[in-house]
């Protein structure tokens, strides 16, 4: 399985990003689907996933971020609006074979990331 992320880039304080994972080798309703992100200096941690036809987001982005997918694609998406200085991560697209979860361990793919800055 590899997956292609893509869509970052700088933005100021109150803008909107949407980021891309383009999953290859397998479809992505066979996998479930996790954002993660990881500041400076900071572990990685959760941002938003996939379970089932469910999605759970960190607390830190609920009600800013939305995931979606398109299925002819077999890409999923991550829509971030409301973005803050605190954002600022590469953020990276993983695929899970079980269930789906906030915890990075139980995560099997990983891409490369993508860089998101958000200024002040």
């Known amino acids: 399985v590899q997956l292609v992320e893509s869509g970052g880039g700088s933005v100021e304080t109150g803008g909107s990003l949407r980021l891309s994972c383009a999953v290859f080798?397998?479809?992505?309703?066979?996998?479930?689907m996790g954002w993660f992100r990881q500041a400076p200096g900071k572990e990685r941690e959760f941002v938003a996933g996939?379970?089932?036809?469910?999605?759970f987001y960190a607390d830190s982005v609920k009600g800013r971020f939305t995931l979606s997918r398109d299925t002819a694609k077999n890409t999923v998406y991550i829509k971030m609006n409301s973005l803050k200085p605190e954002d600022t991560a590469v953020y990276y697209c993983?695929?899970?074979?079980?269930?789906?979860?906030?915890?990075?361990?139980?995560?099997?793919?990983w891409g490369r990331g993508t860089q998101v800055t958000v200024s002040s």
């Open positions: 996939f379970r089932w036809s469910d999605t």
């Open positions: 080798g397998r479809t992505f309703d066979s996998v479930a």
């Open positions: 993983a695929a899970d074979d079980g269930w789906g979860s906030s915890d990075e361990y139980a995560y099997d793919y």
